[in-house]
């Protein structure tokens, strides 16, 4: 994919829409409440929103519950122009670790991490389809350890001849990860320190074990 910026390419499409004087639905892939506050905060302007909470990845299973649960209380505890609606979907981690293996080496921000990004992204863009949405979108753009321009190349590609129209996205721009860690406060919202997966968790591990021994 050619280098987009993928913020300045919202701002145009959300502008068109408030030019255009209608509401659309949009469906929000998120991985967790800290990364989607920022998101929900910024697009709940724009669109009647539907949070789509799917990441087979999550382990353990105490984990992906304990996620979801911050998920429904942030939604429900932010003041929004329009209401928000929740989608909890089923826990999955065989996808997962099907699709990983092989690759339970491979660095975090690698190959394991985009099979990653693609299953959750099919997921979303099957429902919003199914359900007649007329965006589509994933949290995951906000985080600086995720890769913007390959979550929207797989977006883009999903979303080609379906009924569901691809928001582009890199929420981290504009300052939206720093807001998110302050919506996170403001929130008391649980923030964990490693991605979801059991792979980013031995990592995060091996991380405070090095720092601990210097």
């Not at 649960?69 to 329009?82: D, F, G, N, P, T």
Request: charged letters at 30%; proline letters at 3%; glycine letters at 6%.
């Amino acid at each position: 994919m050619n280098k987009i910026n993928f913020q300045k390419e919202l701002e145009k499409e959300l502008a068109y829409l408030s030019k255009e004087g209608r509401v659309p639905t949009l469906l929000i892939h998120s991985c967790c409440a800290p990364c989607s506050s920022y998101v929900l905060e910024y697009l709940s302007n724009y669109f009647h929103i539907t949070i789509f909470y799917y990441n087979p990845n999550i382990s353990p299973a105490e984990e992906y519950e304990k996620r979801a649960e911050e998920q429904a209380r942030l939604i429900q505890s932010m003041k929004v122009k329009y209401p928000m609606k929740l989608i909890v979907g089923e826990y999955e981690p065989q996808l997962f670790f099907a699709m990983a293996k092989g690759l339970e080496k491979e660095a975090e921000g690698g190959n394991r991490c985009f099979g990653c990004y693609k299953l959750r992204l099919q997921k979303a863009i099957t429902l919003a389809e199914e359900l007649g949405f007329d965006y589509v979108t994933t949290s995951l753009t906000i985080s600086p350890m995720k890769n913007a321009t390959k979550l929207n190349e797989i977006g883009l590609a999903e979303t080609e001849g379906k009924g569901v129209k691809w928001l582009l996205s890199d929420f981290k721009k504009k300052e939206g990860y720093k807001r998110s860690i302050e919506l996170s406060l403001e929130h008391d919202l649980y923030r964990q320190d490693y991605c979801g997966c059991i792979y980013s968790k031995m990592e995060s591990e091996e991380r405070r074990k090095r720092q601990s021994d210097k």
